[in-house]
């Protein structure tokens, strides 16, 4: 997968476009937000969360918003409920354009502690949620030949975390998604990409030092989402990291490998013997991007 970003003659705008954002209470889904609405769109301001002064933060950011002159409307439906939240934005304005999959929350216990509820939290709220509002929108895209869906992975998920294995399974979980769905929406472009942002949040505080914190502000990680969200991107099935005004591309690196021919005695010892061949990066790497990628290998590896 890949693409390419058209480029524009002046500044990125959404104008006409609907966008849903999870989460947008607080944090990065709130930078998001007002971020797209000052550009045009129209925002639909998904949160259950409720602020210190007992405020509904969704209502809170929806305000905000129209404050402006902008226009948005809140929803506080939990992600598992997403047929609701992308029924409100189609009574609202009309339309889904665009979709970021941003709502979560963290419930960090080490591995040998972690219970089932710890786990089954998390991951309905990061990844079964993300399905649900996700599976909502989509007929809306197909029918009008357009959507922008984005993910909102973490570091926690790629390269894992101490504590976080609820959190990391479930990130990674929304990698995979995010590949199929670019597969299946390519060709009525519905476009699907992921970012692990890497910046200060709710759920950094009181962990994440006051220094770093503030040199990795939500706003830093929004460039990224706009380029993405527009309808002059092509890129599909593509991921990011961004924090703190740097942007890069991820993607997997697979070894040459061993090959075992078809006379070759094909044991564990014999692998064993020759492991750095397996591991080893140095010589002919490559850099799979489909099922097929792998299953070419895998046939290729004997006659």
Known sequence: MGGSVTQA??????????????????????????????????????????????????IAVADSITARGGRAVANTDSVLDGGHIIAAAMDAFGSVDVLINNAGIIRDRSFGKMTEDDWRAVNDVHLTGAWRITRAAWP??????????????SAA?????????N??????GLVGMMRTLAREGAAKNLLSNAVAPLAATPFTSGVMPAELAAKLQP???VPLLVVLAHEGCRENGALFEAGGGWFAGLRWQRSRG????????????AVLA????VTGFDTDADYPQAVEDSLRRALGARA
């Not at 937000?33 to 949160?47: I, K, S, T």
């Not at 809306?140 to 992975?153: E, N, P």
């Not at 959190?167 to 990674?172: D, E, G, N, R, S």
């Open 9 to 58: 003659a002046g500044a990125l705008r959404f104008d006409g476009r609907t966008v849903v954002v999870t989460g947008a209470g607080s944090g990065l889904g709130r930078a998001y937000a007002l971020e797209f609405a000052q550009r045009g769109a129209n925002v639909l301001v998904n949160d259950p969360g409720v602020a210190a002064d007992g405020t509904r933060s969704a």
């Open 140 to 153: 809306h895209m197909t029918g009008r030949q357009f959507g922008r869906i984005l993910f909102i992975a």
């Open 157 to 165: 998920g790629l390269y894992g975390n101490f504590g976080q294995a």
């Open 167 to 172: 959190y990391a399974a479930a990130k990674l």
């Open 219 to 221: 706003g830093q990680v």
């Open 258 to 269: 061993l090959r075992f021919d078809a006379g070759d005695a094909l044991t564990a010892e």
């Open 274 to 277: 020759r492991w750095g061949e």
